[in-house]
């Protein structure tokens, strides 16, 4: 079993930035490849960024390349979302999300976190 717990949200203006942090606990950590979803109102929820456990190497979806980075510290516990140059259409609720598996995909993930809102005013 694994605990995540996002962070980080809140109100921000275009243009601005955030960084969301994601700790986990419970089963090792760095067996699991972490990903960020987000769900904005009256929207599915969908991809935005994945990092493996062994590599890092990361993916990302085309609308936040360039604007989101991904990162994880395994001694820490935590997965990061850097977010800079906000959009409104960024604003949407953000979750962390652990799975055995990289994907983008939801149901590919096995643990979820209750996820923290990011709202982005113009």
């Known amino acids: 079993q694994v605990q995540l717990v996002e962070s980080g949200g809140g109100l921000v203006q275009a243009g601005g930035s955030l960084r969301l942090s994601c700790a986990a606990s419970?089963?090792?950590?760095?067996?699991?490849?972490m990903g960020w979803f987000r769900q904005a109102p009256r929207k599915e929820r969908e991809f935005a960024a994945a990092?493996?456990?062994?590599?890092?190497?990361?993916y990302y979806a085309d609308s936040v390349k360039g604007r989101f980075t991904i990162s994880r510290d395994n001694a820490k516990n935590t997965v990061y979302l850097q977010m800079n140059s906000l959009k409104p259409e960024d604003t949407a609720v953000y979750y962390c999300?652990?799975?055995?598996?990289?994907?983008?995909?939801?149901?590919?993930?096995?643990?979820w976190g209750k996820g923290t809102l990011v709202t982005v005013s113009s």
């Open positions: 999300a652990a799975g055995m598996v990289v994907s983008m995909n939801d149901s590919d993930m096995d643990y």
């Open positions: 419970g089963r090792t950590f760095s067996s699991y490849a």
């Open positions: 990092i493996t456990w062994r590599s890092g190497s990361t």
